[in-house]
C-alpha cells in the first residue's frame, strides 16, 4: 500500500480517533451485561413464527413502508392519528437518521452524561458538535446548566433517556418539560426501557410539537429483531422519512414482530417477572457492606463497590458477564451494571459476588 493510499489520508480524523463500540464475547457466560430479556418467548408463539417464517416470501424485498406493522403498533400503544411512526433498525439508526438530518455547519446536540453512549458516538459519525451536560451526584439533571446551555448553543436536537442508561433512574417530569418548552429544537426523549418504567411521555406528543418519542422492542424480548420506532408530529416524521433508507426492516422483522404484538399480554408477564427480580435483586444488594445500590426504573441495576475492575474481573471468571462502566465517566468511578436475568442467573450472581466479596475482605 503506498503513502498516499493510507486510510489516515482519506478517513476524517474524528473518525480515526474513535474506537468501535465494543461487544464482549459470551459464549458459556451468565450474560447479564446487555439489557436483554432472559426469557424466550411460548412454544406455541415460537411454533406459529416458525410458520411465518418458513411461508415468508424471502426472495422478495419487504414491504418498505411495513404498513401493517406500523398498523399494528398504533393500535397496541393507542396511538392518534395524528401522531406518526417511523420505522429504524434498532433506535441506532433512528438516532442516525435525526443526527444527519440537522447537520448544518454549527449545528449542535445536547445530551447528559453519562448517558447512552451511541448519541455521542452518532452526533460524531454525521459530523455534527455533540455538547454532553453531566448529571449531578445522585445522576439528577443539572437542569440550570441545562438551560444555560439552550441559550447559548440553541442546539437542533437534545437527547434525554428517560430511564436513562447506565444510571438506571427517571429524571424529573417537571424539569423535562421545561426542557422541552425552553428550546427552539427537537427533544428526543429515548424510552428503551419503557416496558420496566411505567412512566411515559406519549400522551405529551399532542402538546408540545418539538417533541419526538423514541421506543423499541429489543428491551422487551425482540433484540434480535432490531426493531425501533419513532413517535412525532408529520411535519418532522415527513422530512426524517427521506433519510430512511429503502427496506430497512427486513421481512422477518416485520412479520415476528406483528405477530409478537399480537400477544403483547406474554412480554407484560417478562416485564413483571423481571420487575419483580429487580426489586429482589436491588434488595439483596443493599444488605452488602460497602455497595451502593442506585434506584433503577430499568432492566438493570447500578452499583458502585470498591475495586469494580478487580470485581468485574473475577465475576468474569466465574462466568458471570456483568457491565464495567468504571474510567467510562467521571460519575461512574466503580460502577458496575448488572442486567436483570432468570431468577436462578440472579441468584447465581448474587451468590457468586457475596463469595468473591467474602475473599477479598
Avoid at 210 to 232: D, P, Q
Avoid at 306 to 317: D, M, N, T, Y
Amino acid at each position: 500500500m503506498s503513502n498516499s493510499h493510507l486510510p489516515e489520508h482519506i478517513i476524517r480524523p474524528e473518525i480515526l480517533a474513535l474506537s468501535a463500540y465494543h461487544v464482549p464475547p459470551a459464549a458459556g457466560m451468565i450474560k447479564l451485561d446487555a439489557m436483554e430479556n432472559p426469557y424466550s418467548l411460548s412454544p406455541e408463539l415460537r411454533d406459529e413464527i416458525a410458520q411465518l417464517t418458513a411461508n415468508a416470501p424471502i426472495n422478495r424485498y419487504p414491504d418498505a413502508s411495513a404498513a401493517a406493522l406500523k398498523e399494528k403498533l398504533r393500535q397496541t400503544l393507542a396511538i392518534s392519528d395524528d401522531i406518526d411512526i417511523l420505522l429504524g433498525n434498532g433506535s441506532d439508526e433512528i438516532i442516525q437518521i435525526i443526527a444527519m438530518a440537522v447537520a448544518k455547519p454549527g449545528a449542535v446536540i445536547i445530551g447528559v452524561e453519562p448517558s447512552f453512549v451511541m448519541f455521542r458516538m452518532i452526533a460524531t459519525f454525521a459530523n455534527i458538535q455533540y455538547v454532553g451536560i453531566p448529571l449531578t451526584q445522585d445522576f439528577s439533571l443539572n437542569l440550570d446548566v441545562m438551560l444555560a446551555a439552550i441559550v447559548k448553543h440553541k442546539p437542533a436536537v437534545i437527547f434525554l433517556a428517560y430511564p436513562n442508561n447506565p444510571t438506571g433512574n427517571l429524571f424529573d417530569r417537571a424539569e423535562i418539560l421545561s426542557i422541552i418548552q425552553a428550546t427552539s429544537g427537537i427533544v428526543i426523549i429515548d424510552e428503551a426501557y419503557q416496558a420496566f418504567a411505567d412512566a411515559s411521555f406519549i400522551n405529551e406528543l399532542d402538546q408540545f410539537p418539538n417533541l419526538l418519542l423514541m421506543r423499541t422492542l429489543s428491551k422487551s424480548g425482540l433484540a434480535g429483531l432490531r426493531l425501533g420506532f419513532l413517535l412525532g408530529r408529520s411535519e418532522w416524521l415527513i422530512q426524517l422519512e427521506k433519510m430512511r433508507l429503502p427496506y430497512n426492516i427486513g421481512i422477518m422483522t416485520q412479520i415476528i414482530a406483528e405477530k409478537v404484538l399480537h400477544h403483547t399480554s406474554v412480554l407484560s408477564k417478562q416485564a413483571d417477572a423481571i420487575k419483580s427480580e429487580r426489586t429482589k435483586m436491588s434488595t439483596f444488594l443493599a444488605t452488602i457492606d460497602n455497595i451502593k445500590v442506585y434506584p433503577s426504573k430499568a432492566n438493570f441495576i447500578l452499583f458502585r463497590i470498591h475495586a469494580a475492575a478487580q470485581i468485574f474481573q473475577a465475576l468474569k471468571q466465574h462466568k458471570i458477564l456483568i457491565k464495567n462502566l468504571d474510567g467510562t465517566h467521571p460519575l461512574l468511578e466503580n460502577c458496575l451494571r448488572v442486567t436483570i436475568g432468570t431468577p436462578d442467573e440472579n441468584s447465581q450472581f448474587c451468590s457468586t459476588l457475596q463469595t468473591i466479596l467474602s475473599k477479598t475482605v
